[in-house]
């Protein structure tokens, strides 16, 4: 009797647990939508006209006495103002929200800016001033000449004092492990420090920008109390500005003059010198650069003069010079004459030369380019014209495959430093000292690298090309491009085609392997295949609909045998065929954010379309798209209920004045949004401007169809834009940082002070 009274009550309980089981899991799928309203949005609610009140009255008595510049009648009305809202507020009655308004619109009657900014704070510390109106005020208050001055002048204080911490703070938490390391770091982060005390410029981007503001102000109020010390700051900051426009043109001519470019080095020696008259320096290198701009142009004079005197061969110049001009012309023959007639003669190198032309003509490429060298080898090319010009076409322009000899050399060399002293393969880390110092202070960080040396030897394999690579693949392609049957033609390509494979674009890769003439076609294929999917992926990854159609249909086209060129195919089809003028999409989360947009005033939805529950036919998180003319597309969640799903959609055509209505308070909307929450940025869109202009206008009847005039904008809500939580900076002035390096096996944890933020308008002072 027990055991059957047991054995049943298991079998209960087993049961229960599977029919909770079963519950939970039903209650885990997403329920069906159901079927969406027949008609999605209200009916148009037309208000009744409502009289102007007292308050009315007094707010257009307020408006008119200040736009005549009546202080006192504009004072009278704001007193007016104040006795309605003490009346209604004694009567618990909701305010008329006009006081802060009209107490900012009596301000802005004060003829004197400074005035005004001081009735701004005033108006702030007061209760009632909240919203737009407070946000604006208070963008206003902050935007004081002086005050911007004194706070760029703050920020440079902090920054230097930032890096000063910081170099301090950075070598001794990474010495916390490693404490026998601690005064080296120590050493070099001084040096480091030291160098970028020494070359940094006489006045920083804020500097810059301090000096704008004074200058404006200065010019605004010239008669105001303390423009006196502000001329002082104007001037010592200007002089500081033109150091440093000499120190940057200064730098620039030694950079030109380096490389060869006389011209080029003299005028930034001479722009130094309007900068800083009588300088030294600038005077030294203008100096300089005229010579070797004056021998230089004399070469050019000299390159341009034909030979004179008794010993010239005149005969076999002349038959040199025919044979040079005939198209069928024995030229070998005649150089030949003429050289061994005088090795030694004021032509020899000339008869050389022609033999040169000679051999480039037949296309001996290497015989051509050893004649050439030989003939660069001859003399001193400043007295010898041939040598000069033999030196010019072996520059890396003319003599393409000898760069790219040159540039893969140092390319494998500079991968083989990577491989032994990782990051510092191309030398000291810190260039504003002397490098023989320099290299003092870096060589033991350099000799610590050597620990990583294992890792980077399995890394080797994978490792991306070198920056370096890149200049040997622009020798390899001009190579290519100027000697389609050239002697190394096959060798370029094959390496043009491996490293393009390398760093992943198979775009070039395959280009390049079409003119290859030994390539196997399942390498071929393998790189078409690659191809075409990265193609496709860059043509998916492009918002302009018009271009992201012409880019399927080049995909389709160049790669047709290939999956990637087969779906490339298909979405430029459905993209065509459900193409419209425009497409400004209004999320749900946009909606739900901003209930004034979806409300009766705005689209009018029904309220059950965004109450989250999908048995109604619940909106889908797409929500409205404006497609052109007064069309918009609603879309809704599907028989399935997932939001990943697409949506069904239906369309509906608004009057000319709710579409009008609408796309006013929606740009309203996106503005308070912006000037309430900073993180609400809208962002500009020239096409979204100039369609909602029409619709404002009543000009929608005809949609425009160019390609040009098709906008994409999507309002997004904050918290689709931004995910639940938003990320905010934090309000203590420094990060901690946790840095790692496997080179040397390193690890260290330090608190680093942030440099203040940068204005949007520093790339202005640059």
């Not at 204080?157 to 120590?186: C, D, H, K």
């Not at 005939?326 to 090795?343: I, K």
């Amino acid at each position: 009797m027990t055991d059957s009274r047991r054995s049943s009550g298991a079998s209960r309980a087993a049961l229960a647990a599977l029919l909770l089981f079963a519950l939970e899991f039903v209650g885990c799928r997403t329920p069906p939508a159901g079927i969406p309203p027949e008609r999605a949005l209200d009916p148009v609610v037309h208000t009744p006209l409502q009289l102007p009140d007292v308050a009315d009255h007094t707010a257009a008595d307020l408006a008119t006495a200040a736009l005549q510049s009546d202080r006192e009648a504009a004072t009278r009305a704001l007193r007016r103002m104040q006795n309605i809202e003490t009346v209604l507020r004694a009567a618990e009655e909701l305010p008329t929200g006009l006081l802060p308004v009209s107490a900012d619109l009596l301000n802005t009657t004060l003829d004197d800016p400074r005035a005004y900014r001081e009735a701004t704070l005033t108006l702030l510390e007061e209760k009632g001033v909240e919203g737009a109106i407070e946000e604006r005020l208070e963008q206003f208050s902050q935007d004081d000449l002086l005050l911007l001055a004194r706070r760029r002048v703050r920020d440079i204080y902090w920054t230097e004092g930032a890096r000063l911490f910081n170099s301090i703070a950075e070598p001794i938490g990474q010495s916390v492990f490693n404490t026998a390391m601690a005064p080296y770091r120590l050493t070099r982060s001084a040096f480091a420090y030291g160098a970028a005390m020494y070359t940094r410029p006489a006045i920083t981007v804020q500097g810059r920008q301090a000096l704008v503001h004074w200058k404006s102000y200065v010019e605004r109020n010239p008669d105001a109390p303390g423009v006196g010390e502000i001329r002082g700051k104007i001037d010592e900051a200007s002089k500081r500005w033109a150091a440093t426009q000499r120190d940057r043109a200064i730098a620039r001519a030694k950079t030109a003059l380096d490389s060869g470019q006389p011209r080029r080095a003299l005028t930034y020696a001479s722009r130094a010198l309007q900068h800083w008259p009588e300088d030294v320096v600038a005077t030294e290198l203008r100096d300089r650069a005229a010579e070797q701009l004056l021998a230089q142009r004399a070469g050019q004079r000299r390159s341009l003069e034909a030979p004179t005197g008794a010993n010239v061969p005149s005969a076999e110049a002349r038959s040199l010079a025919i044979a040079l001009l005939s198209p069928d012309g024995d030229v070998a023959s005649h150089a030949s004459a003429l050289f061994e007639m005088d090795p030694g003669g004021p032509l020899a190198d000339e008869a050389r030369f022609a033999h040169a032309i000679h051999l480039a003509e037949s296309g001996s490429e290497a015989p051509l380019w050893q004649e050439i060298r030989r003939i660069a080898q001859t003399g001193e090319p400043a007295h010898t014209n041939m040598a000069r010009h033999a030196q010019q076409l072996l520059n890396p322009a003319n003599h393409p495959y000898n760069a790219f000899v040159r540039a893969r050399s140092r390319d494998r060399w500079g991968r083989f430093r990577w491989l032994w002293v990782g990051a510092y393969r191309n030398g000291p880390m810190i260039r504003s000292l002397p490098m023989s110092l320099s290299w003092l202070i870096e060589l033991p960080a350099m000799a610590q690298s050597l620990i990583g040396l294992p890792i980077r030897l399995v890394q080797w394999p994978f490792e991306k090309p070198l920056p370096s690579a890149r200049i040997t693949a622009v020798h390899a392609r001009r190579y290519l491009a100027r000697r389609e049957d050239g002697d190394h033609v096959d060798e370029l390509r094959s390496w043009l085609i491996g490293f393009e494979a390398q760093r992943g674009n198979f775009v070039s890769a395959h280009m390049v392997a079409l003119e290859a003439r030994d390539l196997s076609h399942k390498k071929l294929a393998t790189l078409e295949k690659k191809a075409a999917e990265q193609s496709l992926s860059a043509a998916e990854w492009e918002q302009n609909r018009a271009l992201r159609i012409a880019m399927y249909r080049r995909v389709a086209s160049d790669y047709p045998d290939t999956p990637a060129g087969r779906q490339a195919g298909h979405n430029a089809r459905a993209l065509a065929q459900n193409t419209t003028p425009t497409r400004i999409r209004v999320t749900r989360g946009f909606l739900q954010e901003n209930r004034d947009v979806a409300g009766p005033r705005g689209l009018g939805i029904a309220p059950q379309l965004l109450d989250e529950n999908p048995a109604n036919g619940e909106l889908h998180p797409d929500g409205v798209a404006f497609l052109g003319g007064r069309r918009i597309e609603l879309s809704f969640l599907n028989e399935s209920g997932d939001e990943d799903d697409p949506p069904r959609t239906a369309h509906e055509t608004l009057p000319n004045g709710r579409f009008a209505r609408l796309v006013s308070l929606l740009e309203e909307t996106s503005y308070r949004n912006s000037l309430l929450d900073r993180d609400a940025t809208l962002i500009p869109d020239a096409q979204r401007d100039v369609f909602f202009e029409r619709a404002r206008l009543g000009l929608l009847e005809e949609p425009d169809w160019r390609p040009g005039a098709e906008s994409d904008f999507v309002y997004q809500g904050m918290r689709e834009r931004y995910g639940m939580v938003r990320a905010r900076e934090s309000i203590l002035p420094f990060d901690l940082v946790l840095r790692g390096n496997l080179g040397d096996f390193s690890f260290g944890a330090f608190p680093r002070l942030r440099p203040p933020k940068k204005t949007a308008d520093a790339f202005l002072y640059r």
